[in-house]
């Protein structure tokens, strides 16, 4: 077999690590009766409330149609108030209810991921998030690139 080059190591390390937290967080947030999809919602308005849902969408990298249902399926949480500004958009706000989740999954979950991840270094969490950026960076770098390859592609036909 043969010896894998540094980015395909680090690649591999990453997704394991990432699958490793997200099925722990998965569970963790099953227990409170949430789904992933759910508590990122939950999260993003706890913080922004009275944006549009396609606002909503953009920040959660989703389409609207998929905010459109998911907040379809949290009526007890989460509810729609027209957009005094267009009569084409709906705002959304945290019901008392939701208010009250939030609060409650939002700190528990902050709790949770100091459990999960802490315990090292304040430089190693400086240093991770320093590379993380210069990696998004090289991503969104190919991206532009392949983008361009595609164009040019396809203006050949």
């Known amino acids: 077999m043969p010896e894998l080059n540094r980015e ?3 690649w591999l390390r990453l997704m394991r ?3 490793a937290i997200q099925r722990r967080e998965i569970a963790f947030l099953t227990e ?6 759910q508590f990122d ?3 993003h308005l706890s913080g922004h409330e009275g944006i549009t849902q396609q606002r909503l969408a953009d920040s959660l990298l989703v389409t609207k149609g998929n905010v459109c249902h998911l907040i379809d399926r949290m009526p007890a ?3 729609r108030r027209a957009d005094p500004t267009s009569r084409r958009s709906n705002l959304l706000y945290l019901t008392p209810d939701g208010k009250a989740l939030a609060t409650t999954v939002l700190s528990a979950h902050d709790t949770y991921l ?3 991840l802490g315990g090292l270094p304040d430089a190693f969490y400086r240093q991770m998030s320093g590379g993380l950026r210069a ?3 090289s991503v969104k770098r190919v991206d532009i690139s392949m983008s361009e390859v595609s ?3 396809g203006g050949l036909k």
């Open 8 to 10: 395909m190591l680090t």
């Open 32 to 37: 409170r009766g949430l789904s992933l999809a």
């Open 135 to 137: 990696w998004e960076r």
């Open 151 to 153: 164009v040019a592609v």
């Open 77 to 79: 949480w989460i509810e």
């Open 17 to 19: 690590t990432f699958h």
């Open 114 to 116: 100091s459990d999960l």
């Open 41 to 43: 919602v939950l999260a």
